[in-house]
């Protein structure tokens, strides 16, 4: 008798340390969370200044997250979509066209976007020229030099390129006597101040900020189009992402400006706040991107 | 002597406090120095990292492109570092040139940046590229030369600031002993002074003790002493007088102590056979048939007897006072009593003289009682009484008058003084006044006022003085008695 007893003492010890054991595991998350997130930038003017801009913000996210948030810089417009590709990348501060070329080909979530410090989060392409040029229409434009931005960029290739083939120029190799790419909004404007090219295009929010620092700009500077106004910048997520870190991730960046060191954090990375963001706003992006889709084509076999 | 001391103290814990003062200031000036000196040599440090950082991120910029290039994040991270540096140049303070030159520098950096970032992110033609290249480079060719001119105009400063930061410690060292020196200076000078202030009075104060000890009680501290040694001096030449009055004292006391032993062995000795043949005499002068010439003489001879006898008992009074039994009594009344005694006196012959003395009380009423012994109370009344009464009727004077006084004197003492308007007392005579067989009087025995004085003293702080007096002629002996309540008190 006693010794039955000693036995089922024995037993339910072990049966107890065995559920002790198997407590944690069971309450884990199904999902397995990453030590770090990749972020990727898209290059601005000066990619030291965005760099340093960013570092406030990626500071302010390990710190609520807990987890390393590193941000990685790109020298190109479009090279995020191949470092998605390579699944070298968590997520990716995108600009509109890229933004709207992940959506479409890869399966990212837009995430939120961020308010500039003038309250407005779009951004607009604009064609422009020297005012003392005697470019003022489509039709003074033929055998000029044109200089574009990126061809990953709405502002800086779609839209020119949508302007262009409205006006009837399907063949950049023949309409212009030169066209390039200077890599950056800055430089193409620049191109144009300097005479390096005749006709330029890059987006509204740097033409702005470019003017702003030197008024001679507006003045010797012309803006024949608009396109119409998107979100400059989106952040986007791979969707096999832990989904709690997406959603924490959301919440954290949606109520930043709630705190004050998230305001502060906003502030340094030169924002009012984040907003939520929406797959259908990148829909004026796509009608461009199909009604330039013809001389993408050629450009793409040229390539 | 203390205020000496005190001020001595003063001034050197001033002294030592000045020196403490020039010491943390020499120190805080040494520390300044070298921390100066740490700090240049932190910057130049700086500097140099500077230069590194430049020529890095110059090696990131021609090998941008090439199999030998960096990742852009690395290129991105070298810059930031370079900009950090130069941000960390203008936390420091320098000089307007100096941070002129900084400014200049930091702008550089910024075009530097600028440029970097268009060549970076350009993707024109290649003959553009390699002009942006260039152009970046160039900058970074100036940040470079910039800073190594930086570096040599800061070498060039840490010498000169080295060399005059020794010359500082140098100086402040030399500053440190000096102040040592005279601290050292201080403490000696003060030392000697005391040394001097003090073994000179202690010695002339050992040389009065040795004196002392060898007996000249009239040695007197006549150098002038200062300070509290010349407040030992007075207490030390009061001690030598006071030593030299109980010396008298003792020795007073001892002759008398012998003339005491003698007259009482005499006196027993005498006293018997001065009856016997007194006894004889009276027998012979009453039973025989002499003629009365003879009784005469023999009555002459039993006077003469009697006379030694009184004398005999006189030294035996005197030799031996008997000892007095205390009690609490009224001055005034045994006075009074005393008085009745002393008219009784006057009358007989031996005082026959004497007999007109007007005696007149001046009693006061709020008298204390004092402890005393009444008979020898009444003794030493009645002994200066007659004594008053022999003086006045000795010196003539018709009008003869003794006015005894009492009075309460402050500090509860109660005093009686007996006044006379006789001949009063020849100067030379105060001091023997007292003495036992002295005496001014054909027929005295010089016994009265030595017993009286005996007596008095006899009583716990009793007293007795004479002078003369100071309104008129005559003498005033004056006797003073603590109060009963004071008595008690000394008790």
């Known amino acids: 008798m006693k010794s039955w007893r000693l036995s089922c003492l024995v037993r339910g010890l072990a049966v107890g340390l065995l559920l002790w054991g198997l407590l944690p595991a069971a309450l884990a998350p199904a999902t397995d969370q990453p030590h770090e997130l990749l972020v990727g930038i898209e290059p601005e003017h000066n990619i030291f200044d965005q760099m340093e801009r960013y570092r406030h913000l990626a500071d302010y996210l390990a710190g609520q997250l807990q987890i390393k948030v590193r941000f990685t810089i790109m020298s190109r417009y479009g090279e995020g979509i191949k470092r998605f590709k390579a699944r070298k990348l968590d997520g990716a501060f995108l600009t509109p066209y890229p933004t709207n070329k992940a959506l479409q080909e890869l399966d990212l979530e837009p995430l939120v976007h961020p308010v500039g410090l003038d309250g407005d989060l779009t951004s607009q392409g604009y064609i422009f020229v020297r005012q003392d040029s005697a470019i003022r229409g489509a039709d003074d434009m033929y055998g000029k030099s044109i200089v574009f931005v990126d061809p990953a960029t709405m502002e800086g290739y ?109 502030k340094r990375f030169k924002a009012l706040r984040f907003v939520k963001a929406m797959a259908a706003e990148f829909s004026k992006v796509a009608a461009l991107e199909e009604e330039v889709r013809p001389l993408l084509k050629e450009a793409g076999k040229r390539e | 002597m203390k205020k000496k001391i005190l001020i001595s103290f003063l001034v050197l814990f001033l002294v030592f406090v000045g020196g403490v003062i020039i010491t943390l200031h020499v120190i805080d000036k040494t520390t300044e120095n070298l921390t100066a000196l740490l700090l240049l040599h932190k910057v130049e440090v700086l500097r140099q990292d500077l230069v590194i950082n430049v020529q890095t991120v110059q090696s990131n910029l021609y090998t941008t492109g090439t199999s030998f290039g960096k990742e852009l994040d690395i290129i991105v991270d070298n810059v930031l570092t370079l900009h950090n540096r130069a941000q960390t140049c203008m936390e420091c303070h320098h000089e307007p040139p100096v941070e002129k030159e900084i400014l200049q520098l930091q702008e550089l950096i910024e075009q530097y940046k600028e440029a970097l970032s268009y060549f970076i992110t350009s993707s024109a033609d290649p003959q553009r590229i390699m002009r942006l290249q260039t152009f970046a ?49 201080v403490g000696i000078a003060i030392s000697l002074y005391f040394i001097k202030s003090i073994t000179g009075p202690v010695a002339e104060l050992l040389a009065a003790t040795r004196k002392i000890k060898k007996g000249e009680l009239e040695y007197q501290i006549e150098k002038k002493l200062k300070d509290e040694f010349g407040e030992l001096g007075g207490a030390f030449n009061e001690m030598a007088l006071s030593l030299k009055e109980q010396c008298n004292r003792l020795q007073e006391t001892e002759r008398l102590a012998v003339v005491g032993e003698l007259s009482a062995g005499m006196a027993h000795e005498i006293k018997n056979p001065m009856a016997g043949i007194k006894v004889s005499m009276e027998v012979l002068s009453r039973d025989s048939p002499l003629n009365p010439e003879d009784k005469e003489i023999l009555r002459r001879v039993i006077d003469e007897i009697d006379r030694i006898t009184g004398l005999l008992k006189g030294l035996l009074n005197y030799a031996r006072p008997p000892k007095p039994q205390m009690i609490s009594l009224d001055v005034n009344q045994v006075l009074e009593t005393t008085l009745k005694s002393a008219r009784f006196a006057l009358r007989t012959p031996r005082h026959k003289k004497a007999e007109k003395v007007e005696i007149v009380k001046d009693l006061s009423a709020d008298l204390p009682h004092i402890v005393a012994d009444p008979g020898q109370l009444q003794q030493i ?78 009583h716990n702080g009793g007293s007795i003085t004479v002078t003369n007096n100071p309104a008129g002629k005559g003498a005033v002996f004056t006797i003073i008695f603590p109060s009963e309540q004071d008595n008690r008190g000394q008790s």
């Open chain 1, 158 to 266: 779609l839209f020119p390129l949508a302007y262009l083939l409205r006006h009837g120029m399907d063949d950049l190799s023949r309409d212009f006597s030169r066209f390039y790419f200077a890599g950056s909004h800055a430089s193409a404007i620049l191109a144009v101040l300097d005479g390096r090219a005749d006709i330029g295009a890059a987006k509204s929010t740097v033409f702005n900020r470019l003017a702003d620092e030197d008024n001679s700009i507006r003045q010797e500077l012309f803006i024949l189009g608009r396109s119409p106004a998107v979100p400059e910048i989106t952040l986007c997520l791979r969707k096999e992402l832990d989904a709690t870190l997406r959603s924490r991730l959301t919440t954290i960046l949606l109520t930043m400006d709630q705190n004050s060191q998230g305001q502060m954090a906003l």
């Open chain 2, 137 to 185: 480079a160039d900058i970074g060719d100036q940040i470079i030369d910039k800073s190594q001119w930086m570096v040599m105009s800061a070498n060039h400063a840490l010498r000169n600031k080295t060399t005059a930061a020794m010359a500082e410690v140098s100086g402040a060292k030399k500053i440190l002993y000096a102040t040592l020196f005279f601290s050292f200076l």
């Open chain 2, 381 to 458: 009344f009645l002994n200066l009484i007659l004594n008053s009464a022999d003086a006045v009727a000795a010196s003539g004077e018709t009008q003869g008058l003794i006015t005894i006084e009492t009075r309460l004197l402050a500090g509860g003492w109660v005093q009686i003084r007996f006044i006379d308007n006789g001949r009063g007392i020849d100067p030379d005579s105060f001091d023997k006044v007292f003495n036992p067989f002295f005496t001014t009087k054909s027929q005295g025995t010089g016994l009265g006022l030595a017993i009286t004085k005996r007596l008095v003293e006899q």
